[in-house]
Structure formats: C-alpha cells, structure tokens
C-alpha cells in the first residue's frame, strides 16, 4: 500500500504560480511512475502530467504544455507539480497518483490504470 498526500494549493491570480508537492510513504517510490491528474467542478477527472520512475521521461497534457513542469525526487519520496501561467481553466482539486512500472515501459495517462491516489489539493486561479 501506499499512501500519497499532497500539499500546496491555494488561490493565485491569472499569470501567477503554484508549486504542489506530493509525499509518498509504504511503498518503494522509485518503482512507481507518479502523476498528477485534476478535477474541475461538474468535469471528469483529467490527465495533466506524468514523471517515469527515473525521471528519464516526462509527459503532460496539451492544456498544460509549456506552463507546467514536473520532477521528482526518489531520496525524498516527493514528486512536484511546477504550475507557471495559470489560467482561469486551471482551476480543479489537484491529485497525485502512483501506478507500478511494469517491465515494457508503458506510461498511461489513464486514471483507472493508477493504483493510489493522494485526497487531493485545491488550485483556485483568479480572473
């Protein structure tokens, strides 16, 4: 089992920056390709960024291209979500998720191949 939360949420103004942050615990965090996904009021929940377990690869929805960054550090069990630009329609709770890496390498983005999810952080852009 793992057990993900996730902290730094908040509300920003249009342009503005957030930085969330993901800390994993009873599982091997380096085995794990570790994501972020969000839900908007009324939407389903929705792909935004995944990081590999060496973080050799990094993959991020097209919403998001170019303003978010994604990293993580393996000795610390955390995986961050960079958000720069932020837009109105940047507005949801926040989630991170771990699926196992399996041996061919595959990278889903998604949700219902993700095995554990942390509660969630909510992210409020201001127009």
């Known amino acids: 089992q793992m057990q993900l939360v996730e902290s730094g949420g908040g509300l920003v103004q249009t342009g503005g920056s957030l930085r969330l942050s993901c800390v994993a615990s009873g599982s091997p965090f380096g085995n794990y390709h570790m994501a972020w996904f969000r839900q908007a009021p009324g939407k389903e929940r929705e792909f935004v960024s995944v990081?590999?377990?060496?973080?050799?690869?990094?993959y991020y929805a097209d919403s998001v291209k170019g303003r978010f960054l994604i990293s993580r550090d393996n000795a610390k069990n955390t995986v961050r979500l960079e958000m720069n630009n932020l837009k109105p329609e940047d507005t949801a709770v926040y989630y991170c998720?771990?699926?196992?890496?399996?041996?061919?390498?595959?990278?889903?983005?998604?949700?219902?191949?993700?095995?554990?999810w942390g509660q969630g952080t909510q992210v409020t852009v201001s127009s």
């Open positions: 990081i590999t377990p060496s973080a050799v690869s990094t």
């Open positions: 998720a771990a699926d196992l890496a399996g041996p061919l390498g595959y990278v889903s983005r998604r949700r219902s191949e993700y095995d554990y």
